[in-house]
């Protein structure tokens, strides 16, 4: 396993459509993150797991954006009804989730997602 | 309310010199981890340095040392004789929250470092 991988690269669709974004972590991590990143700022928190245990989803967050990790092991983010203000880098990243070090995360290249 | 704060937006630094990148932070939880990232230009997400808030002595990772003033909740990289890769944007992130066990990292809103040759 050479590292956490996220499908597509770039996603472009136009407004009011749904979206999917897949996300394979690093095999033997525990904990899943999903982050939303636009140009010049920092990674924003959207959600994250605990095995197949959503924790906590940003209060942020509009009910248009649903994540699931079924089985503990790929996640996939979906966005319902596209606005352009979603148009953004999703930034996925996993961890071993132990405490100390170990929450150290290991972060995919990200989807690019343009709605036009 | 702002957990994790980066008060300079850009900076720019002679090559070979030291830099200090600031953070500042927020949690009343006693327990807490402290990261920095680096992402230049490709987009990559780099780990750099950790420190947890029991750690007595800085974090050390080769040129990079993070200065932890924990009553000031202040975590600032130090990059020492910096080099033109250095150039990128940097980020400083936090675990918070009650229970280590069920926490989340959050970051803040960066630094874009820029070295001049």
């Known amino acids: 396993d050479t590292g956490v991988s996220q499908d597509p690269r770039h996603k472009i669709t136009k407004r009011g459509q749904n979206v999917t974004f897949r996300c394979d972590p690093i095999?033997?991590?525990?904990?899943l993150y999903w982050y939303r990143q636009t140009l010049g700022q920092g990674p924003e928190f959207l959600t994250y797991?605990?095995?197949?245990?959503?924790?906590?989803k940003s209060r942020l967050l509009s009910d248009r954006f649903s994540a699931e990790r079924p089985k503990g092991s790929f996640s996939t983010l979906e966005i319902q009804r596209t606005e352009q203000g979603d148009s953004a880098m999703y930034l996925c990243?996993?961890?071993?989730?132990?405490?100390?070090?170990?929450?150290?995360?290991?972060f995919g290249s990200g989807t690019q997602l343009s709605v036009l | 309310a702002q957990k994790i704060t980066q008060t300079q937006p850009g900076m720019f630094v002679q090559e070979k010199e030291a830099v200090t990148l600031d953070c500042t932070y927020d949690?009343?939880?006693?327990?807490?981890?402290l990261f920095w990232y680096k992402q230049p230009s490709s987009g990559e997400m780099i780990f750099l340095i950790y420190?947890?808030?029991?750690?007595?002595q800085n974090a050390t990772e080769g040129r990079y040392s993070l200065n932890f003033q924990k009553a000031r909740k202040s975590a600032n990289l130090v990059i020492s004789a910096s080099q033109l890769g250095d150039s990128a944007m940097y980020f400083c992130a936090m675990r918070e929250g009650r229970y280590s066990s069920a926490s989340k990292i959050i970051f803040g809103s960066g630094t874009r470092l820029s070295i001049r040759p």
């Open positions: 420190q947890g808030s029991y750690d007595q």
């Open positions: 990243a996993s961890s071993m989730g132990q405490g100390a070090i170990n929450e150290k995360l290991f």
């Open positions: 797991f605990q095995n197949e245990a959503q924790l906590e």
């Open positions: 095999s033997e991590h525990n904990r």
């Open positions: 949690t009343s939880d006693p327990s807490y981890g």
